[in-house]
């Protein structure tokens, strides 16, 4: 089996997909979390703990990654942090994932992005520094070397999942089930095809698995 690091393994999407990752036959989860005492959900699920900040510097991180064969970066510092935060989380944090795997040669990175992040779309004033420090992000894991896959998913929501997805280069906006980006992650990472892509996520009429092999 495949050992899988999360960032941010404590959000939304994140327990999610260590959830699903633990449910797989392909892979188990390693869930990078801040605080210790957010451990237990992740215990009970019977998955890895490793405990690091992605402030903390880039050796440290690389330290949580000896075992690990892929990387998924679906950390976030959410809607109420300020401009810093989002600089040196969604950024920062990336890169120094990013790096860190390079580092320690895990080659396969999947990064959760925004929906669509290039110039000319980053909307409202509030929202720009994070569609940004995004489009940054993804910038610099196009040109890392890593096998990477980039998921814009839309809208986020916390309806369940229905399994089914529209996933494409470029799809219409819409919202998705968090559930469902998670169950989209999993997807990606026992999909070769999707070494060295990026595609927009929704809701959609689609099975998970037959949305992305249209990618």
């Excluded at 989860?29 to 490793?50: C, H, P, W, Y």
């Excluded at 916390?158 to 089930?177: H, L, S, Y």
């Excluded at 996520?201 to 949305?211: D, I, L, Q, R, Y």
Aim: net charge negative; with cysteine.
């Amino acid at each position: 089996m495949k050992k899988v690091l999360v960032a941010g393994a404590n959000g939304q999407i994140g327990k999610h997909l260590v959830r699903l990752l633990q449910e797989s036959e392909q892979f188990e989860a390693k869930a990078m979390i801040r605080d210790k005492t957010q451990a237990s959900f992740f215990e009970n699920l019977g998955a890895g703990v490793a405990v690091a900040d992605l402030e903390d510097e880039i050796d440290v991180l690389a330290a949580l990654m000896d075992d690990v064969d892929a990387v998924v970066f679906a950390a976030g510092s959410g809607p109420h942090t300020g401009k810093d935060k989002t600089i040196m989380i969604d950024l920062d944090g990336a890169v120094k994932m990013m790096e860190a795997a390079k580092q320690k040669g895990v080659s396969r990175f999947a990064l959760i992005s925004s929906f669509d992040t290039r110039r000319g779309s980053w909307g409202s004033e509030d929202f720009r520094p994070y569609a940004a420090c995004k489009f940054y992000a993804d910038e610099w894991l196009r040109s890392s070397g890593l096998e990477y896959t980039i998921i814009h998913p839309g809208r986020l929501t916390n309806d369940e999942g229905t399994g089914k997805v529209n996933a494409g280069g470029e799809i219409p906006r819409d919202e998705v089930p968090r559930e469902d980006v998670a169950k989209v992650i999993v997807e990606t990472l026992n999909s070769p095809h999707l070494v060295n892509k990026e595609f927009q996520v929704t809701k959609g009429e689609s099975p998970v698995m037959e949305a992305l092999k249209r990618v």
